[in-house]
């Protein structure tokens, strides 16, 4: 669809809810009288799709297997259904279609996308993020990043092996807190989120995230989202605030979404409060990087290495490292977390190797007392 048809039916139907379809058609043959039945139809469609659903990128996100989503400018458009990235020949439109779709989502939210404003973030649905950047943050014109969670691919924790899952059921019924890190797309969400469902059904969830992507079955989950500054500079509540919240709300297990940042220190303060089984994930290459990122993170807020190794020795049992094997997700290792001296340590508990088979390693012994 034409920006220029689609801001005259934005106009023409402002304030109208759910405008019917014969409606819709007669404004756009008054804008564009030359249209055939079927142009006129696929105009229909279009506009809908700007309204109701994801614009240009309408066609492609129809697919539910789709776990990313990446348009280069109007150069190239990826898809990963979880086998790797794929390049696809479908049309998504030019530059300005792209731009002008952004943008009426960033109006949407109280926001701008343009020049002054070249990048934008938004949840498009429950378990689907949106990211947009602009030159010349980014060569080439505009560039889409889409990333579904498994809520809507439909994809689960069916990669776990039954004997893992068995320690795993252990972890969460004897109430121990733990992270989850690993890579981009190693499974850490579809992993808490398999957890969280093993828990008690007595149990009082509360779940902190910048953006929704935990999706578990279980009949007391209270799910609390950061907001973004408006266009004014207004709103604002990150997740150092929905945490001082939460401590308010009586729950029984405190998870947060990711910790990428500040919010660190006030996540490990919460859950040295008496607060057991809290959770979440964080992005490392490997189980043994996990204390030197989160003290890393301190230190970005002048917490020194030696508080947040206290913290953090206090504040989590365990550690799960995940990783890939041969393009299938894995659990690489369970390890105890132990502050000793002021410095922590990862130890190894139990390791999967790469014919899934499980190995029992030094933490083994202590791992097994604490469930």
Known sequence: MSSEIFHKLQNDFAGIEGPGTKEIVEKIKISAPWLSETQLEREHRNFDAWVNGYGPLQEILADRKITDLFVNGSGSVWVDRGFGLLRITSEVGNEKILREFINYLALQRGRLFDDA????????????????????????????????????????????????????????????????????????TTLLSAMLEMTEVTERILILEDTHELRINHPHVVQMQSKLANSDGAGEWNLQDLIRQALRMRPTRIVMGEVRGREIIDFLLALNTGHDGGCGTIHANSARDVPSRIAALGLLHDVSREAMNAQLGSAFDLLIHLHSVNNRRSIESINLVKEISGVVEIIPAITINSDFGINKEIGFEEFEKML
């Open 117 to 188: 404003h070249p990048f934008f973030d938004a949840e498009l649905e429950r378990g689907l993020r949106l990211h947009a950047i602009l030159s010349p943050l980014v060569e080439g014109g505009i560039h889409i990043s889409i990333r579904s969670n498994q809520s809507r691919t439909g994809s689960s924790s069916n990669w776990l092996e039954p004997e893992v899952s068995k320690y795993l059921f252990k972890i969460i019924r004897a109430r121990r807190s733990f992270l989850i890190s690993g890579g981009t797309g190693a499974g850490k």
